[in-house]
Structures are given as structure tokens and as C-alpha cells.
């Protein structure tokens, strides 16, 4: 039986000022894994990761003049994407330093200048107020967070009735056990993470939203997985010794597990609408 990890926020935002750099030049500009329609499809990994962020803000069905919170906005480039294609203001929050201050920093045409804006906040603790939001989502960050349960009820708490929180997220389909299970706690000890085994779909009804659609996208993504690895590698050369050098090889070998050979491992879009 896995065990959950306690890992506080303040370790995530440490973790991802370390290894932002690292995934951004894996994932071609973003932070999150890349859409690939099968196997015939060539797109490079910048435009696979700009169609995961469509297909997300897609399924938010954003509405000009809304108000959308990207909870756990990495450095900012998916809220700046959706800035640019739809008349929609961003808030995105992260707990790294390092990444709001790349989201700040990035250049911004003069027309949307103010358009996506970026803070230090904990999805745990959500500073805003209740019902200030028209949609939401969620890309690869709730894995981050101990208490999800905390978090989906402020995401409930500030989405308006009608507002949809959209989720792109790993899961485990069923339990680890014996060496597997040992391996994946130290995945989610270095990583600082943990998986529901529970699709969303507990969590998201006991936050007072309905889940409205589910789709499996393990298969599509699946290629984002060796570039990670092998960014690692190349982050752990380039260091050649040292703490750091460790920490990259040992990302790399954890990574190469988890992607590799865990078939518990799957990669969901989950839609939930605040009723
Ligand atoms: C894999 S990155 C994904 C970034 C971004 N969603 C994207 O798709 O580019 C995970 C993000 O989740 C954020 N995160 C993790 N735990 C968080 C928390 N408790 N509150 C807010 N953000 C959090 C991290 O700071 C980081 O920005």
C-alpha cells in the first residue's frame, strides 16, 4: 500500500525554481505534457504542448470578458496562450517564486498588457473571494498538493454557479504493491507528489462540483515522457558533478521508472461544473 507523501508547499515551489528550466526546454515552452492525435501525427513538442492547453481551455468553454484562475500556472506560457486567442482575463497562481516572476516578466503585446497577471498563492489556501471566478483549471499541479480535497473546495468556493474547473492530471488506475509501491514512494518523495487513485470523481463531488466528462489521454501524451527523461540526462551532464548533477541523474532514473513501466500510470482530462 502507497503511502501518501506530506511534502509542504513551500518544498514544491523549491522543487519547480530548480527544475523549471529543465521542463520548459523539454516541453517546448511549457510546463505540462504534449497531445499527440497517434501515432502518424509529427507535431513538434512546442505545438503538441500548445494543443494540450487548447484542448484544456476548450473544455473550460471560455466566454469574452471572463475571468479564469490557473491554479498552478507554472511560468505563465498556458495563461498567455489563452490570453492571446480568447477575450478573457487570467489569474494564475504558483507557489515558486521563480516561476512568477518569469510570468510577470514575460513580454506582453501592448493589447493584452494585464490580461494574465501572476501570484505566490497556495490552491490550498486561495486568497480571492468567493464566486470571482467564471472557469478554472488545473494543469498538472493538484498532484502537488497533500490536501486536494482543500484545494478543489477553494477552486468550488471561488468559481461562480455555472463555472467549470477543468483537470489535467496523472492518476493511478489501482493500487501499487510490494517493490512498485516502494519505488513510486520514493518517486512521490522526490517529486513531491502524490496520485488519487480515485479519478477525480469522489473528490470533485464532495467539493460541490459535478463531473461532466472524464476522457483518458494516456496513449497521446505518452511521448512527452522520453524528452523529460532525456532533459534530465542532459541537465545532469551539463552540471558533470556536484549536488545538482545528482539531483537531474537522479530525476532522470525515477522519471524513466514511473513513465516507463508503471501501467497504473494514466493521464486524464477531467470536466467538473459548478452547479
Ligand atoms: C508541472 S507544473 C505545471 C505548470 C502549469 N500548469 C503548466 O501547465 O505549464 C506544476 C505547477 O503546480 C504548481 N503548484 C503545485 N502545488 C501548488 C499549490 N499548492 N498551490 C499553487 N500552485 C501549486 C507549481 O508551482 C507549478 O507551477
Known amino acids: 500500500m502507497l503511502t501518501q507523501n506530506p511534502h509542504t508547499s513551500g518544498e514544491v515551489g523549491s522543487f519547480y525554481n530548480r527544475h523549471t528550466d529543465v521542463y520548459d526546454q523539454a516541453l517546448g515552452g511549457n510546463i505540462h505534457v504534449g497531445y499527440w492525435d497517434d501515432e502518424a501525427d509529427d507535431s513538434p513538442m512546442r505545438a503538441a504542448t500548445d494543443r494540450l492547453t487548447d484542448l484544456v481551455t476548450e473544455r473550460v468553454a471560455p466566454a469574452e470578458g471572463h475571468h479564469l484562475l490557473d491554479v498552478g500556472c507554472g511560468h505563465g506560457s498556458t495563461a498567455m496562450r489563452i490570453v492571446a ?51 478554472a483549471y488545473a494543469i498538472e499541479s493538484l498532484m502537488h498538493m497533500k490536501d486536494k480535497m482543500a484545494a478543489l473546495g477553494h477552486v468550488a468556493r471561488v468559481l461562480r454557479p455555472g463555472g467549470r474547473l477543468v483537470i489535467a492530471e496523472h492518476h493511478l488506475e489501482g493500487e501499487l504493491d510490494g517493490p512498485d509501491a516502494a519505488r513510486m514512494g520514493d518517486a512521490y518523495a522526490f517529486f513531491k507528489i502524490s496520485l ?80
Open 85 to 135: 486567442h480568447h477575450a478573457v482575463r487570467v489569474t494564475g497562481v504558483s507557489v515558486s517564486d521563480y516561476q512568477v516572476k518569469v510570468a510577470n516578466d514575460r513580454p506582453q503585446p501592448s493589447g493584452l498588457l494585464g490580461q494574465a497577471t501572476f501570484r505566490l498563492a497556495d490552491a490550498m489556501e486561495l486568497p480571492f473571494p468567493d464566486e470571482s471566478f467564471d472557469g
Open 196 to 275: 488519487t487513485t480515485d479519478r477525480y470523481g469522489e473528490l470533485l463531488r464532495e467539493a460541490g462540483l459535478k463531473v461532466v466528462d472524464h476522457t483518458d489521454i494516456t496513449e497521446n501524451v505518452r511521448r512527452s515522457y522520453d524528452s523529460m527523461v532525456d532533459a534530465w540526462r542532459e541537465a545532469a551532464r551539463r552540471e558533470s558533478e556536484g549536488e545538482k548533477a545528482r539531483e537531474m541523474e537522479r530525476a532522470a532514473d525515477l522519471g524513466g521508472w514511473i513513465f516507463g513501466v508503471t501501467p497504473q500510470l494514466r493521464y486524464g482530462l477531467f470536466t467538473a461544473v459548478r452547479p
